[in-house]
């Protein structure tokens, strides 16, 4: 099966400071990998849609400047959190869709989970 | 290590109820989710179950029980438009999100 890497799992930051998230494919191209961020007990909110070699799709009301996605390969995708506050202490999970395939399929990393001082 | 088994595939006829089985062995248990997905779409969140027992949203319930590692979604009155894949996941003592492969549902008139 396809397998999804995240790293890291767990990440503790102060305020101020800037977090970046990296999402793998590890036995598969992926043209295409989503970030998705969730709170407890609610369902994955996404955040952006993001393609390889061109910007990040983001939803509305995701801040660009904030969470920043960069797809420079077919196999990495990093979201990087500027500027992090409290209020940004969430879990955040990516998925990647296999290239080529088009079943629409969505293989998730095991999430990161984040916490600002 | 940490396993998620739900079946690959599952048809029912339209109208009629449908249970998906989910069964898990995880380091810890911090709750168990069911997502629905629709091809080519992010997934959608369904239900989440920490306590044994079922709960019931409308045409779906989900049930729990963490003795047995074993929780099942049930649909009623399926309609087409609940032709997608069920995705069951578990949270787990680390608050990792693990993720069964998703059972196929079809939906035939």
């Known amino acids: 099966g396809a397998v999804v890497s995240q790293h890291p799992s767990r990440v503790i930051c102060k305020s101020g400071t800037s977090v970046k998230i990296e999402c793998r494919s590890l036995?598969?191209?992926?043209?295409?990998m989503f970030w998705y961020r969730q709170f407890p007990k609610k369902s994955l909110m996404l955040m952006a849609t993001?393609?390889?070699?061109?910007?990040?799709?983001?939803e509305q009301g995701v801040e660009k400047d904030k969470f920043l996605i960069n797809h420079a390969s077919l196999t990495l995708s990093t979201l990087t959190v500027t500027s992090a506050h409290p209020e940004d202490s969430s879990f955040y999970i990516c998925?990647?869709?296999?290239?080529?395939?088009?079943?629409?399929?969505?293989?998730f990393g095991e999430g990161s989970r984040l916490t600002v001082l | 290590g940490q396993n998620i088994d739900q079946p690959t595939e599952m048809t029912a006829t339209e109208g009629a109820i449908v249970q998906i089985n989910c069964t898990y062995q995880?380091?810890?248990?911090?709750?168990l989710f069911w997502y629905q997905q629709h091809a080519g779409e992010a997934p959608t969140f369904l239900s989440y179950?920490?306590l044994d027992g079922l709960e019931e949203k409308g045409r779906f319930s989900s049930f729990l029980s963490r003795s047995k590692g074993y929780s099942y979604l049930l649909l009623k009155e399926l309609q087409m438009k609940d032709s997608a894949s069920y995705l069951c996941?578990?949270?787990?003592?680390?608050?990792?999100?693990?993720w069964g492969a998703g059972t196929k549902l079809i939906i035939k008139p």
């Open positions: 998925s990647a869709r296999v290239q080529g395939r088009d079943t629409g399929e969505l293989f």
């Open positions: 179950n920490v």
């Open positions: 993001s393609n390889e070699g061109s910007k990040a799709t983001y």
């Open positions: 996941a578990v949270m787990d003592s680390n608050y990792q999100l693990i």
């Open positions: 036995d598969f191209q992926a043209t295409t």
């Open positions: 995880t380091s810890g248990f911090n709750g």
